[in-house]
């Protein structure tokens, strides 16, 4: 996300830094080129106007140009003002007051409403929560089946609507289901349609007062850019929204929707999502989202992301495996692919400040991703004996599944070979600690 933007901003604050002494005029040549880059993203032209201003009075001032480091000064105001337009302090859900809590999702059709409602059962149930999912989109009935179907793969229940049901009803009933089987947070995926439409915010306006949601969140397409940021004004207007949501955040590398909606709606971002899977959501920071749009990095994001995918449990459980040399394929399976969850080799590499120019040199170098999914490819083609226990494979075997997945039998040899090696180096350091795989000191 913000790719094209960061790249232009970055060169910009290379020149700024560049220079020893900043004088007025380059520091307002340095702003140009932060209007332009900002217009070129479809950031709301009122708002690139005022966000230049504020950071031209700061920068003028005499304590900056006439600091030991005014171009370092400059970029640090930047950082300010673009956390602020980003929507400031990180705000996440308000769900205190009544149980179960109410989260309704709007916007239009297309936007990623019930996609958006899965990820934010996941999320909840992160968080210890009890989420319910309540599909009340009557008209296009496929809509329920898929709330239905992403509820089934994560085990989160979901209430049984029909096309038959009135939304506000659906929502009544859901709610008193929900004390029932004590579960505590309601996300109410709503019917969404190509344009704004009044029928269909008046029916939002009455499940709003007929449920009194704690959180209205406003769901956009975030590749739509101005678009997304003018239907949030209308919605806002008659529902008073609490946050926004802005969906496949991951394509957008411009980043204009993003950028404008708090300073338009006044509204802020408190998520984004990052692709189609239901664990691609990200809690929105502003601050961390200012640092990786200006190259600065973002390691916490980073270390949230390896956490959400470990499990406390199976981590000890992993361990144990590995003092026992009992790790097998089908371990080094499961971990690869949670390697791979975590994103790509490339997406982490932005996280990292400083990073950005390496991810560039990189350019067409064969990326690790690849040979991930050509070991994976070899395990699967294999038996699951064959997985806990590689020596059953003859020469037959080992061509079989050559074969199978579509790799040259001194493939399947050099994996076998390495994970061999790598099972005796972990049972090493598991048992005696990393000073076992020191070289001896005397022959
Ligand atoms: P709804 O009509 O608002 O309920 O929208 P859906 O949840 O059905 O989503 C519409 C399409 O957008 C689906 O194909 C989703 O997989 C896709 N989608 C939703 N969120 C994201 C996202 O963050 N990234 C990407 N790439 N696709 C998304």
Redesign the pocket.
């Known amino acids: 996300m913000f790719d094209s933007l960061a790249d232009r901003l970055q060169s910009v604050f290379k020149k700024i830094r560049g220079h020893g002494r900043l004088d007025e005029k380059s520091v307002q040549e340095g702003l140009r080129e932060v209007r332009l880059a900002l217009l070129e993203a479809d950031v709301n032209f009122k708002v690139v106007k005022d966000f230049v201003d504020r950071v031209r009075d700061r920068a003028m001032g005499q304590d900056v140009l006439g600091s030991l480091t005014p171009g370092q000064q400059v970029v640090k105001i930047v950082h300010d003002e673009m956390v602020e337009l980003l929507g400031g302090e990180h705000l996440g859900l308000q769900l205190q007051g009544k149980t179960p809590a109410i989260i309704m999702l709007v916007?239009l059709?297309?936007?990623?409403?019930?996609?958006?409602a899965a990820k934010l059962a996941l999320h909840l149930r992160r968080m210890k929560r009890s989420p319910y999912l309540v599909p009340a989109d009557v008209y296009r009935p496929a809509?329920i089946d898929?709330l239905h179907t992403l509820a089934g793969q994560l085990g989160v229940p979901a209430f049984a609507s029909t096309p038959e049901m009135k939304p506000v009803d659906i929502c009544m009933q859901a709610r008193e289901e929900a004390v029932r089987k004590g579960l505590d947070v309601l996300l109410v995926?709503t019917a969404?349609r190509l344009h704004i439409d009044e029928l269909l915010m008046e029916e939002l306006v009455a499940i709003k007062a007929a449920a009194g949601p704690q959180e209205i969140l406003f769901?956009a397409d975030a590749m739509t850019g101005q678009d997304a940021v003018n239907v949030a004004v209308k919605f806002d207007e008659l529902l008073d929204l609490t946050g926004i949501v802005l969906?496949?955040?991951?394509?957008d590398a411009r980043g204009g929707a993003a950028l404008s909606i708090k300073s338009v709606t006044g509204k802020p971002i408190k998520f984004v999502?990052?692709?189609?899977k239901v664990s691609?959501l990200e809690v929105f920071h502003p601050d961390r989202v200012a640092s990786r749009i200006l190259g600065m990095g973002d390691i916490l994001s980073l270390i949230e992301k390896a956490q959400g995918s470990i499990d406390q449990a199976e981590a000890e459980e992993l361990q144990k495996k590995m003092q026992k040399a009992e790790f097998n394929l089908d371990d080094f399976r499961t971990q690869m692919r949670r390697l791979r969850k975590l994103g790509s080799l490339e997406g982490m590499l932005k996280l990292i400040p400083g990073m950005g120019d390496l991810r560039k040199q990189m350019g067409e170098m064969k990326m690790p991703e690849k040979e991930m999914s050509r070991m994976e490819a070899i395990i699967n083609s294999m038996t699951p004996a064959e997985r806990k226990s590689p020596k059953l494979m003859n020469a037959s075997r080992k061509m079989r599944v050559a074969k199978g997945s579509g790799v040259k039998v001194q493939d399947v040899n050099v994996l076998l070979r390495n994970f061999e090696q790598m099972q005796k180096m972990m049972k090493k350091v598991m048992t005696a600690g990393p000073g076992a795989l020191k070289a001896p000191t005397s022959p």
């Open positions: 916007g059709q297309g936007s990623g409403k019930t996609t958006t809509a898929q995926d969404g769901v969906t496949k955040m991951e394509g999502g990052m692709g189609e691609d």
